[in-house]
């Protein structure tokens, strides 16, 4: 592709073109109407098929469904109150029992551990789909650059190729006798077509400059979600194996025991805390993210078909 990954991005976001790949395409240019309308198509094409890509935001659904199954475990670890497990005072502990209580208790943390597994594999199943996502857009940045400076690349060599025919120096072409059907020669003050095809790919770099920065921003936004989201899913399985062990249910068969609640209501308030974390942390990642979006839809250069760029 003719670029340094170490010369970073300087001077408008984009490494500077390599100078063999312009004097290539430079001498590939024809003095043909039909070819310096089309000129640099590849890189053009390949920079509107990127923001397509860009544009088919999977992971904002994935963020909020993510939110969603969070809120709904966080409630349901919460809603286990261990001062269930205590038989109530006076005439009315006459008819309860710790061993009855012990029971109910069982059978609500058993739903609930169940519930939690299932929604913890969900989560499992979207911090993979947002990694995916996160390296898709690493391939689109590498991909977006590219195309930049190949875009780069033949606007530069046009600019050789039209300064090279302006030159007084050169020979002007012969002129050929003009037969009784032959077309009208062109007006020389009139700009050529390839200057008019330059002036038309020099306006696409800036939108895809601006993208380039915000596929960036993107993938920055969510970088520490999965991992996140990933420990949630090991934290679930660690709570849900203490908690079966305090409430004698880590065999085959119940045991007797009497619960430590302080036990039970440590590991449900660590998952608790957790949890809030992983949602504090979606919660940011979408904030941010709305931003980026909010960023792109503002009023900018615009493209070859005239609309504005969007991220």
């Known amino acids: 592709m003719g670029r340094s990954r170490s010369a970073g991005l300087p001077g408008g976001g984009a490494p500077v073109p390599d100078a063999e790949r312009v004097a290539a395409i430079r001498f590939t240019i024809l003095d043909d109407p039909d070819a310096n309308a089309t000129f640099a198509q590849a890189p053009h094409d390949a920079l509107t098929a990127i923001h397509q890509q860009q544009?088919?935001?999977?992971?904002?659904?994935?963020?909020?469904?993510?939110?969603?199954?969070?809120t709904r475990l966080k409630a349901d670890v919460e809603a286990l109150d261990v001062a269930a497990l205590e038989p109530r005072k006076g005439l009315a502990?006459?008819?309860?029992?710790?061993a009855r209580r012990l029971k109910a208790f069982r059978v609500a943390y058993g739903s609930a551990a169940s519930a939690a597994t299932r929604m913890a594999d969900d989560i499992h199943r979207h911090a993979s789909r947002i990694a995916d996502r996160s390296e898709a857009l690493n391939i689109l940045?590498?991909?977006?650059?590219?195309?930049i400076v190949e875009l780069?690349?033949?606007?530069a060599a046009a600019r050789a190729w039209l300064d090279d025919r302006a030159d007084p120096g050169l020979p002007a072409p012969e002129a050929s006798e003009p037969g009784p059907l032959a077309e009208p020669a062109p007006d020389p003050a009139a700009p050529h077509r390839l200057a008019i095809r330059v002036e038309d790919l020099t306006a696409l770099r800036p939108p895809a400059i601006a993208r380039l920065a915000d596929l960036r921003a993107a993938q920055?936004?969510?970088?520490?979600?999965p991992a996140v989201l990933t420990a949630l899913h090991d934290q679930v399985e660690a709570w849900r194996a203490d908690g079966a062990d305090v409430l004698g249910l880590s065999g085959r068969k119940p045991r007797?025991?009497?619960?430590?609640?302080?036990?039970?209501?440590?590991a449900r308030d660590s998952l608790a805390l957790r949890i809030s974390a992983?949602?504090?942390?979606?919660?940011?990642?979408m904030e941010r993210r709305a931003e980026i979006k909010a960023r792109s839809l503002k009023p900018g250069p615009k493209a070859e078909d005239g609309t504005a760029s969007q991220a």
Request: proline share 2%; hydrophobic share 50%.
């Open 55 to 70: 544009d088919d935001d999977a992971v904002a659904g994935t963020l909020a469904e993510c939110q969603a199954v969070l």
């Open 93 to 98: 502990g006459l008819f309860d029992s710790r």
């Open 141 to 147: 940045w590498d991909e977006a650059r590219d195309a």
């Open 152 to 155: 780069d690349a033949h606007i």
């Open 220 to 225: 920055n936004a969510v970088h520490g979600v």
């Open 256 to 266: 007797k025991v009497r619960p430590a609640a302080d036990r039970l209501v440590a």
């Open 278 to 285: 992983a949602l504090a942390e979606i919660g940011t990642a």
